[in-house]
């Protein structure tokens, strides 16, 4: 379960994302992503996670249950913008399901790639997504 602060701040992440410009540029999967964010949350008994704040100051967590070297869940947790809400969204949910070695085969291009592509300037998005995938997976 999201604490009361984080989700504050992925809502007021949210905000600024549907109210500013960038939504109306974004394309329909990752407004989909964004809007109805899957696998949104922490996975209170996770077998492996990781939290990483990228250089411009958004954090991203991701949790993975596992059992028989696949990734049974996935969750995450961003206080990043939309594009890093829609990242974390498909991230999880090209992870469910794979081999744990497979996880890192997830990098940013494949994000941007199932995204169907990010504004140059939000490409750091799926890349702060990936790295914590990385990280997460190394904490096994
Ligand atoms: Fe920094 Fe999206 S703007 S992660």
């Known amino acids: 379960m999201m604490d009361q602060s984080k989700q ?4 007021n992440a949210l905000d600024k994302f549907l109210f500013g410009e960038v939504l109306r540029e974004a ?4 407004r989909d992503h964004c809007l ?5 949350g922490a996975i209170a008994d996770s077998d492996a996670q990781a939290i990483i704040t990228g250089p411009c100051g958004d954090t991203m967590e991701i949790y993975l249950k596992i059992s028989d070297d696949t990734i ?10 939309g594009y890093t809400i829609a990242c974390g969204s498909i991230a ?3 992870l469910i399901g794979s081999k744990v070695s497979d996880a890192l085969k997830i990098d940013q291009h494949k994000i ?11 490409r750091h998005c799926a890349l702060l997504t990936a790295n914590t995938i990385r990280k997460a997976q190394n904490s096994i």
Request: with cysteine; proline share 5%; charged share 30%.
């Open 8 to 11: 504050e701040n992925m809502m």
């Open 27 to 30: 394309n329909e999967t990752a």
């Open 36 to 40: 109805n964010p899957r696998n949104l």
């Open 72 to 81: 049974q869940r996935a969750g995450f947790m961003t206080d990043g913008c």
């Open 92 to 94: 999880t949910e090209m």
């Open 112 to 122: 941007e790639e199932r995204l169907g592509g990010l504004p140059e300037e939000y």
